[in-house]
């Protein structure tokens, strides 16, 4: 995508932006040992309520539920199975929430939680609910704070990290700006810790970044997805049209200010995906795979056609209706990504059938597609 501004103006844009989304990472906001730094949240929430008290809607995306949960249920570290994360969760969200209600209250502003899942960005009808409540919210003049529903979150369907779960956030309200708050200051060529490392100021095209050592969690061990994720959720919110900017927590309020500090990820140009699209492109892993013959390649990638089952040729996995899958060529490269139709036991009965045979002999219901157009979306190798 295309970029053609400069960096004074990228900043301007953060300067200006009359609505914002701010995520905050675990941390930045918890001790050591595993409880909530005040002084942090008190801070945060000072000059988050500064930028509102001019006039621009905040909406916070706040990470720190499972590491606040881990002091006061007297663990001795970052419990490592699900179900004891889930607890440490819950415990932590309604602490953090009370610190934040009673930090924003001190500026006569409501705090509000919300916790969402993947389905709620997902499908179409939680999509508008989540969209409405969180824009009623900003109306009453509310500050939002969305974090991932974790104590009913598993594995298998969870956004797992708050960078990308803060860039569709972005992408949903149509933010003018994203602001990734960590404990670092910025992006770095390499590892910050080692020496040399050099700050990188601003990126506009992914190739900016060829090169550049992207690790994971900091030394600290309570953050989740390191720069891997913030740099894909820049992507994300960047691709969207939304500007980002990662840097520390305390370098928020010159951040917010439009000064030269972090690293500023230039927004892109181009016609803005819908959020079903950039959550299959960015934020999903195929459950399985389809195999496509030649003819149903093109007509995916060129004609943005939906897959009908005459064009699949082999089916791998054990996914079930409503998964996404993985749409690869012969050769085994990943062409595309869709919510598919059918569970994978169903489809070699389809496989090679033209669609009209199948509703003769099946029934009417065999008609649909294997995945259908709106819920498809092609991968970069596919672009190229
Ligand atoms: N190239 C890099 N530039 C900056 N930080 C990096 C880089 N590679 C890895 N990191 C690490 O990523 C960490 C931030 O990620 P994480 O711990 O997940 O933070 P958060 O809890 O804020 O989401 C930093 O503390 C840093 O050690
Ligand atoms: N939802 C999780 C945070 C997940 C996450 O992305 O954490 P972080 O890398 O610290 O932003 C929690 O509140 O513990």
Redesign the pocket.
């Known amino acids: 995508m295309q970029n053609a501004s400069s960096p004074a103006q990228d900043r301007a844009e953060l300067a200006g932006a009359g609505r914002i989304v701010v995520k905050v990472?675990?941390?930045?906001l918890t001790t050591p040992d595993g409880h909530i730094d005040r002084e942090r949240i008190r801070d945060l929430a000072d000059v988050l309520a500064e930028r509102r008290a001019a006039g621009t809607e905040i909406v916070l995306v706040s990470?720190g539920a499972m590491a606040a949960g881990i002091g006061p249920m007297g663990l001795p570290a970052r419990p490592r199975d699900l179900a004891t994360q889930q607890a440490a969760a819950s415990v932590g969200q309604g602490l953090l929430i009370a610190h934040y209600t009673r930090a924003f209250a001190g500026h006569g502003l409501t705090a509000a939680q919300v916790l969402l899942t993947v389905e709620d960005l997902m499908r179409r009808v939680q999509h508008r609910n989540a969209r409405r409540a969180l824009r009623r919210l900003l109306d009453i003049g509310a500050v939002p704070i969305i974090n991932e529903n974790d104590t009913v979150a598993t594995h298998e369907i969870r956004f797992g990290d708050n960078?990308r779960l803060a860039a569709l956030v972005a992408h949903l309200l149509r933010a003018d700006a994203l602001l990734l708050l960590?404990?670092?200051d910025?992006?770095?060529?390499?590892?910050?810790?080692r020496p040399g490392a050099r700050r990188i100021a601003r990126v506009v095209d992914p190739r900016d970044l060829d090169g550049?050592?992207?690790?994971?969690?900091?030394?600290?061990g309570?953050?989740?997805?390191?720069?891997v994720t913030?740099v894909e959720s820049a992507r994300i919110a960047t691709e969207a049209g939304v500007p980002t900017v990662l840097t520390s927590a305390a370098n928020a309020r010159a951040a917010l200010a439009g000064e030269q500090v972090g690293t500023l990820f230039a927004a892109g140009t181009g016609r803005r995906p819908s959020t079903r699209q950039l959550w299959l492109a960015h934020a999903t892993a195929g459950r399985g795979s389809v195999v496509l013959d030649p003819g149903a390649v093109r007509a995916v990638v060129r004609e943005h056609a939906s897959l009908l089952p005459a064009g699949v040729v082999k089916v791998e996995g054990d996914f079930t209706a409503g998964d996404p899958v993985d749409l690869c060529d012969e050769d085994g490269r990943v062409v595309a990504r869709g919510l598919v139709n059918y569970d994978a036991a169903e489809i070699p009965e389809l496989m090679g059938r033209s669609t009209r045979w199948l509703a003769r002999e099946l029934g009417p219901e065999y008609e649909r597609e294997i995945v259908h157009r709106d819920d498809l979306v092609l991968l970069s190798a596919a672009e190229r």
């Open positions: 990472g675990s941390s930045s990470s960078d960590s404990d670092v910025a992006l770095y060529d390499d590892d910050p810790a550049v050592a992207v690790g994971s969690a900091g030394r600290r309570v953050g989740t997805g390191g720069m913030k």
